[in-house]
């Protein structure tokens, strides 16, 4: 089990998400914009530019709007009051009466300083456990290249299904993904 106080420089500890955490996990995201122009291969998708701060309100809006009506799940690593990281996850169907209402798709994001320190390990963990009850199956997107978020995934469970070629177009690079997925409950008997 992992814990939800994990020992680094910083201390951090998990908690659910805050309509306060806008601006920090907003400031977080945008950092991801730079950290692109020196490491094309950072490992999470972006829009071809930043949105603006109205976009990111509309976005976390109704990311909060999920998470108040059970169809996401957000877990925050906070040190010293400010949101440093967070795992979401969140339903793939557009409603809970869908048929496939019982999937839902995961990302994390952590501030770049405090990667490598077990943030992100301690969100997924945490993450999953919230999950449990709510969804079934769990599934996400990961950049071939990264091959530590991909070990990260697979000691959590989670299954490589297929390669998506050239998912994502980075000026004139592209990067595959390698789509991953965990059952969170045994499948029915057929």
């Known amino acids: 089990m992992t814990p939800d106080v994990a020992s680094t420089a910083a201390p951090f500890t998990l908690r659910e998400l805050r309509w306060s955490d806008l601006e920090s996990l907003r400031e977080t995201y945008y950092l991801l914009y730079d950290e692109r122009e020196t490491n094309p291969e950072i490992g999470i998708t972006l829009f071809a530019t930043r949105p603006s701060p109205a976009d990111e309100v509309a976005w976390?809006?109704?990311?909060y709007r999920a998470v108040l009506a059970g169809d996401a799940v957000c877990v925050v690593a906070d040190v010293d009051g400010r949101s440093v990281g967070s795992?979401?996850?969140r339903r793939a169907a557009p409603?809970?009466?869908s048929e496939g209402a019982h999937v839902a798709e995961l990302g994390i994001l952590v501030h770049r300083d405090y990667r490598g320190h077990g943030v992100g390990r301690a969100l997924?963990?945490?993450a999953l456990r919230e999950c449990e009850g709510r969804?079934?199956?769990v599934f996400l997107r990961v950049f071939s290249v990264?091959?530590?978020a991909r070990r990260l995934y697979e000691e959590f469970g989670f299954v490589r299904t297929g390669t998506l070629p050239r998912e994502i177009r980075r000026g004139n690079r592209y990067f595959d993904a390698e789509?991953?997925?965990k059952h969170l409950v045994a499948a029915p008997n057929r």
């Not at 976390?60 to 990311?63: R, T």
């Open 179 to 181: 789509i991953m997925f």
């Open 60 to 63: 976390f809006a109704q990311l």
């Open 146 to 148: 990264n091959v530590r």
């Open 95 to 97: 409603t809970a009466e």
């Open 87 to 89: 795992c979401t996850v």
């Open 135 to 137: 969804f079934e199956t």
């Open 124 to 126: 997924l963990a945490r």
